[in-house]
Nanobody, 120 residues
Framework: QVQLVESGGGLVQPGGSLRLSCAAS????????MGWYRQAPGKQRELVAV???????NYGDSVKGRFTISRDNAKKMVYLQMNRLKPEDTAVYYC??????????????WGQGTQVTVSS
């Protein structure tokens, strides 16, 4: 069972930036699609970004043009660079590993989440 540990959350002013990191354990990482999701109070968990094993990327509509997902297979890390943050980006951000290599594969392991708060 892979373990995912997120870091990098915090309090930031509107218009600011944060970089989230997700560290994965386990011997195999590069073959799996990895994603970031978020959940705000009273709302359903929603897609932020997903990157396949081949490097294809899918973003949620609300973050396109502002957020960038990337991965470093050698380090077993996934990153989420968040720019031009808005108050509505406030949520707990979760790292997820799919059970396969593509966008359509089922969800696998989840991290514990990291809080991002955008407020002045």
């Amino acid at each position: 069972q892979v373990q995912l540990v997120e870091s990098g959350g915090g309090l930031v002013q509107p218009g600011g930036s944060l970089r989230l990191s997700c560290a994965a354990s386990g011997s195999i990482f590069s073959i799996y699609a990895m994603g970031w999701y978020r959940q705000a109070p009273g709302k359903q968990r929603e897609l932020v970004a997903v990157i396949t094993s081949g490097g294809s990327i899918n973003y949620g509509d609300s973050v396109k043009g502002r957020f960038t997902i990337s991965r470093d297979n050698a380090k077993k890390m996934v990153y989420l660079q968040m720019n031009r943050l808005k108050p509505e980006d406030t949520a707990v951000y979760y790292c997820n590993q799919r059970v396969g290599s593509s966008f359509s594969d089922p969800f696998g392991s989840w991290g514990q989440g990291t809080q991002v708060t955008v407020s002045s």
